[in-house]
């Protein structure tokens, strides 16, 4: 199969695509510029211009497929990762702050409950949610658009005494598109004015078909200021996550994404990821997007310092050479040299996207040739 197009092949050896297309004729092949050749083809251009092959895109292939590349028999059961979504002001917030009060390990661990982007709530049952902290579809549709697509569940939240609104209807088109499974938390049940079936009449407009009205979507009346609901809702949860039969191996080489990230005083550059796969440990090397590093500490959301963080752990990430952007890329790699070439390879693609988008050159180089 065709695996590169000539011109992309040349721009990574930084040699001219007409010096190619001749290398190429010479060796019987009639092609142009735009045209992809196969790996050996490839493999053997590349020898010819005095370049070595570099294999560092197998480390990118991996990303982002769960599951497939690891056997069956190394596959764990793993939390759901939760996002909760909804029109301003329908307690999205609340909800979120709700939800991390139920967690019963939060008061024993002795921590400080820190903001770092996502948290983990274990229930009386001891099963263990991952929700993310940052609300919003802007950085729901952001993480998708950067090819991280990290949440499992999208809690909708539609509060009883306001109804659909414009942003509730974005959230359920987000929530399609991204092919996520949807609970409707029916928010402000404790409003005199509430009408909980009035909700689930209108998101039947939307085919949302709610248990109740002889669908499969699940939903839940709650309220978030009275705390009432909430242990249903989790059930929901768990029960969703069931269905999902959610798996990571957890015995490989980690690999996340990102949630947040900024340059904090005193600590440098930090970054909230979650770890999709494999256990991440302090002392590992790794890419994060186009920068690589050493992980100098790992910091959870009760702002403990632990040693390592499996599949659907969020966890601060202290050793970063730059600050990363919310949905890239976490992959852990063998050490310090295989590091640079995986950032040396994304920060290429990141350029040739750039210029890919200026299609001038291109068109130019085509037409001189043909
Ligand atoms: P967000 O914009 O979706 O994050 O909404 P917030 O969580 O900030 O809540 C908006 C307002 O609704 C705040 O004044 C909350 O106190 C209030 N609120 C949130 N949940 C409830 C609830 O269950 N019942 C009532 N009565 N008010 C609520
Ligand atoms: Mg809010």
Redesign the pocket.
């Known amino acids: 199969p065709e695996v590169i197009t000539v011109q992309e092949l040349a721009n990574r050896m930084a040699e001219k695509g007409a010096d190619l297309v001749k290398s190429l004729f010479k060796m019987g092949q009639a092609v142009t510029l735009n045209q992809s050749i196969d790996q050996d083809t490839a493999e053997l251009l590349v020898e010819e211009f005095g370049h070595r092959i570099q294999r560092v895109s197998e480390a990118d292939v991996e990303i982002g497929i769960e599951g497939e590349l690891d056997p069956v028999e190394s596959l764990k059961v793993r939390a759901p990762v939760v996002t ?1 979504m ?13 939800l991390r009060g139920t967690d019963v390990v939060a008061g024993e661990s002795g921590g400080i409950t820190q903001h770092i982007g996502a948290y983990q709530v274990t229930t009386k049952g001891g099963d263990i949610i991952t929700f993310l902290d940052t ?1 919003g579809h802007e950085a729901f549709s952001e993480m998708r658009a950067r090819g991280a697509n990290v949440t499992d569940i999208v809690i909708l ?1 539609v ?1 009883a ?1 306001d109804g659909l609104m414009p942003q509730t209807i974005e959230a359920i088109n987000h929530t399609k598109a991204a092919g996520v499974p949807m609970i409707v938390a029916i ?5 005199p004015e509430a009408n909980p079936q009035k909700v689930r009449e209108r998101l039947l407009e939307h085919e949302i078909v709610v248990e109740d009205m002889g669908g499969d979507v699940q939903d839940v009346q ?5 705390k ?1 609901g909430l242990d249903e809702l989790i059930e929901k949860i768990l029960l969703q996550a069931e269905v999902m039969e959610l798996t990571a191996n957890p015995d490989r080489a980690a690999e996340g994404n990102v949630i947040e990230a900024q340059l904090d005083k005193g600590r440098g550059a930090v970054a909230t990821v979650l770890v999709r796969k494999g256990t991440l440990k302090v002392g590992d090397t790794f890419v994060i997007g186009a920068e690589s590093g050493k992980v100098r500490a790992l910091v959870n959301d009760k702002g403990q310092q632990v040693k390592f963080a499996g599949p659907s752990v969020p966890v601060e990430v202290l050793g970063l050479s730059g600050v990363p952007m919310a949905g890239d890329q976490m992959t852990v790699v063998e050490n310090e040299a295989r590091a640079r070439e995986v950032a040396a390879y994304r920060q290429e693609q990141i350029t040739r996207k750039r210029t890919a988008s200026v299609p001038t050159n291109f068109e130019n180089m085509f037409s001189a040739l043909s």
């Open positions: 909760i909804g029109h301003v002001d329908h307690g999205k917030t609340s909800l979120l702050d709700a609300p939240v509060a005494d928010n402000k049940c404790d409003k709650v309220s978030a200021l009275k009432t």
